[in-house]
């Protein structure tokens, strides 16, 4: 029997389950302003995975990556939804 898909998936699931509160976290604290942070750390992740030998660890790091870079889209969402006022505003953060 071969568990690489079902670890793939797991870890994916993981990764994007793992981002979406980070994005929530990152828009509050911070503001659209994050966006520089997930660029580049997808973008090194992107690189790794070409550089890994290893199938599961490559396949693993090209989703982070691509994750990553997904988040950049998601942040510019959360503001949209901070403004509807489905999300907490900080009022510690300038505008």
Same mark, same amino acid.
């Given at each position: ?8 998936g $797991? ?27 997930? $660029?580049?750390?997808?973008?090194? *992740?992107?690189?790794?995975?070409? *550089? ?44």
């Amino acid at each position: 029997m071969y568990f690489e898909g079902i670890i793939i998936g $797991l870890i994916s699931f993981l990764i994007i389950g793992v981002l979406h509160p980070v994005v929530i976290k990152g828009e509050y604290c911070i503001g659209k302003k994050i966006w520089p942070i997930f $660029l580049l750390s997808g973008v090194i *992740f992107l690189i790794l995975s070409m *550089f890994l030998e290893d199938t599961i660890f490559s396949i693993i790091s090209g989703v982070l990556g691509f994750s990553l870079l997904w988040s950049i889209h998601e942040v510019y969402e959360q503001e949209k939804r901070v403004r509807k006022g489905w999300f907490p505003y900080n009022p510690k953060r300038k505008k």
